[in-house]
């Protein structure tokens, strides 16, 4: 197994996993609301809103890391493909 294949797993499953994390905070996002007043009686809604956020900032610092991992990633690869390309081209001539 070369390096660049290697590489190309390690991204797709990188890559996969923030794809995952970002439906996910979708469908959290579905459920969250932008202002609610409630009254005595329906606390429950406020708990559940809580919840909701207290998911948000749980996930929301993993998704950028796996965001910026994934960037970079794809980077490397791009660049090793084109410094093979071109020590590969060298050779031949």
Same mark, same amino acid.
């Given at each position: 197994?070369?390096? &660049?294949?290697? +590489? !190309? *797993? =390690?991204?797709? *499953? +990188?890559?996969?996993?923030?794809?995952?994390? +970002? *439906?996910?905070? /979708? $469908?959290?996002? &579905?459920?969250?609301?932008?202002?609610?007043? +409630?009254?005595? /009686?329906?606390?429950?809604?406020?708990?559940?809103?809580?919840?909701?956020? =207290?998911?948000?900032?749980?996930? $929301?610092?993993?998704?950028?890391?796996?965001?910026? %991992? /994934?960037?970079?990633? *794809?980077?490397?690869?791009?660049? !090793?493909?084109?410094?093979?390309?071109?020590?590969?081209?060298? $050779? %031949?001539?």
């Amino acid at each position: 197994m070369s390096p &660049m294949f290697g +590489l !190309l *797993i =390690a991204w797709g *499953i +990188l890559t996969g996993v923030l794809i995952i994390l +970002l *439906i996910y905070k /979708s $469908t959290l996002t &579905m459920h969250e609301d932008d202002s609610i007043f +409630l009254n005595e /009686s329906e606390s429950q809604m406020h708990k559940d809103q809580v919840e909701v956020l =207290a998911k948000m900032r749980k996930i $929301t610092p993993i998704v950028k890391v796996l965001g910026a %991992l /994934s960037g970079l990633m *794809i980077l490397v690869i791009a660049g !090793l493909f084109i410094y093979q390309g071109l020590t590969n081209s060298a $050779t %031949l001539q």
